[in-house]
């Protein structure tokens, strides 16, 4: 069974650099699919943040390209998320996913709070 | 690729049949997934390229359409169905959302 868990710093100051990781047990990351983050803002709809194949190849939502690197930790089997200069409106629970046409595991989510 | 989910809000009793849209703003052919996602939980995939339902996914539950106009389907509406639903398109990057339906109980 493929489960995925993400884990990060749960509070985050203004202007700091945001680390999360997703490690994955029951399936090899390199092996394929795409892996993705998701965030979600209290109260609010889902917001794609991007994906990495198992290549490498990664792409990001246009509105956070400029602040967001994606990428796979092959040793660790294990996804990671920067996002950089965060603000309060980063605040939100972040998702990692498999897939990318449909995304069909996803682990239980992380809350980041971004205040000083 | 914007894809817009109406009705925001669908008030139904146990038992009533759910009809939930999901447009997109251009053709994303059959890649098209719905979601359910219940307070306090991650998303549950239901429903992947338009008509195939997730392993485990009740038969109430059903897709259809292909191009921009979608549809998912709640038969009979059981109490555990209540939730916020989602479709995604990743016929092209960037990956997105529709902005979801609450199906609440009436």
């Known amino acids: 069974q493929v489960h995925l868990q993400e884990s990060g710093p749960g509070l985050v100051k203004p202007s700091e650099t945001l680390f999360l990781t997703c490690a994955v047990s029951?399936?090899?990351?390199?092996?394929?699919?795409?892996w993705g983050w998701i965030r979600q803002t209290p109260g609010s709809g889902l917001e794609w943040i991007g994906s990495?194949?198992?290549?490498?190849?990664?792409y990001y939502n246009p509105s956070l390209q400029t602040r967001v690197s994606i990428s796979l930790d092959k040793s660790k089997n294990q996804v990671s998320l920067k996002m950089t200069s965060v603000t309060a409106a980063d605040t939100a629970v972040y998702y990692c996913?498999?897939?990318?046409?449909?995304?069909?595991?996803w682990g239980q989510g992380t809350l980041v709070t971004v205040s000083a | 690729i914007v894809l817009t989910q109406s009705p925001a809000t669908l008030s139904l009793s146990p038992g009533e049949r759910a009809t939930l849209s999901c447009r997109a703003s251009?053709?994303?052919?059959?890649?098209l997934a719905w979601y359910q996602q219940k307070s306090g939980q991650a998303p549950r995939l239901l429903i992947y390229?338009?008509?195939n339902r997730a392993t485990g996914v009740p038969d109430r539950f059903s897709g259809s359409g292909s191009g921009t106009d979608f549809t998912l389907t709640i038969s009979s509406l059981e109490p555990e169905d209540f939730a916020v639903y989602y479709c995604?398109?990743?016929?092209?990057?960037?990956?997105?959302f529709g902005g979801g339906t609450k199906v609440e109980i009436k």
């Open positions: 390229g338009a008509s």
């Open positions: 995604q398109q990743r016929n092209n990057w960037p990956l997105t």
């Open positions: 996913a498999r897939g990318d046409r449909n995304l069909d595991y």
């Open positions: 251009q053709s994303v052919s059959r890649y």
């Open positions: 990495v194949s198992r290549g490498g190849a990664a």
């Open positions: 029951g399936y090899t990351v390199t092996n394929g699919y795409y």
